[in-house]
């Protein structure tokens, strides 16, 4: 089963070629980590991955929340996923329909379909969002990848029942498509990744509904890749923080093949 199958045997099961390269980077980097890098200044972001960039598979961050934005810091961030070998993923959550997402992925200030390899899409809109986000991709010849937010982790989330189906089911229709964001086991393909946030070392909650549980609880959920980010962003140690997270997710991800 999906759980119970290594890296990289799953790897080679994956039809998207990025989730065969994530697999891959976790394989050997030996690390499950997601470092959500919510930080407002890109020189923070950029110095949170200098010293993450080691021990992350994917450094993922909100592109709009930070103030001083520019093709400089891109050029930066990019530069520094090649040197450590991490994924961007740039976590926009795209919602609309598919015209209208074809453009926000790939014009406008931040034209995310030029260097985010990864984004977050909510498959509310039906199937028409996946084909709007392909065009989108027209004039780029990297690979990219999608995941799908099929299931929240906030308390009242709105994602339950059929749409969870129907979100998993569009996940099985399209290629680009390297997973899902969700909280438990929803899928079997051993080539699809499953994407958890709200990870933190103590089971906790925030004021704004988020709901946090551990490492070692995610990944018996079914998580491949851990999302964590005030957890490591708030941490007066960074580094020791970052060492603990991939350190307790890497053992839970090997006492869950055995
Ligand atoms: O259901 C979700 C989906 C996402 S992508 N819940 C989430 O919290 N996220 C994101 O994960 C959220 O936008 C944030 O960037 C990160 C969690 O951050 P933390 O500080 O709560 O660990």
């Known amino acids: ?12 099961l994956a039809k998207n070629p990025l989730a065969k390269k994530i697999f891959e980077i976790m394989n050997e980097k030996e690390t499950t980590l997601c470092l ?13 991955a200098e010293i993450a960039g080691p ?17 400089i810091f891109i050029k930066q961030l990019k530069s520094l996923s090649l040197k450590y070998k991490f994924l961007i993923m ?16 790939s014009k406008g200030v931040y034209k995310i379909a030029e260097w985010a390899d990864l984004i977050t899409v909510h498959p509310v809109a ?20 999608i995941f799908l937010v099929t299931e929240m982790s906030s308390k009242g989330a709105l994602t339950t029942g059929s749409y969870i189906e129907q979100s998993l089911s ?51 959920c079914g998580a ?12 007066t140690d960074k580094i020791s923080a970052i060492i603990k997270y991939k350190d307790q997710l890497w053992s839970a991800y090997k006492n869950r093949l055995s």
Do not use: W
């Open 1 to 12: 089963t999906r759980l119970t199958t290594d890296f990289l045997s799953r790897s080679k």
């Open 36 to 48: 959500a890098a919510d930080l407002t200044s890109a020189d923070e972001i950029i110095k949170l």
């Open 55 to 71: 021990h992350i598979a994917v450094l993922k961050i909100h592109v709009n929340i930070i103030d001083d934005f520019s093709q």
């Open 90 to 105: 740039e976590d926009s959550k795209f919602g609309d329909i598919g015209n209208t997402v074809s453009h926000q992925y």
């Open 126 to 145: 039906g199937p028409g969002i996946i084909d709007g986000l392909v065009a989108g991709l027209n004039d780029i010849s990297e690979e990219r990848g």
């Open 170 to 220: 569009m996940g099985d229709n399209s290629k680009l498509v390297v997973g899902h964001v969700c909280q438990s086991d929803l899928f079997k393909n051993p080539g699809m990744i499953q994407l958890t946030p709200g990870v933190k070392l103590s089971k906790d909650s925030d004021d704004l509904g988020q709901q946090y549980n551990t490492p070692e609880s995610v990944v018996n």
């Open 224 to 235: 491949d890749l851990a999302v964590v980010g005030r957890g490591i962003t708030q941490a």
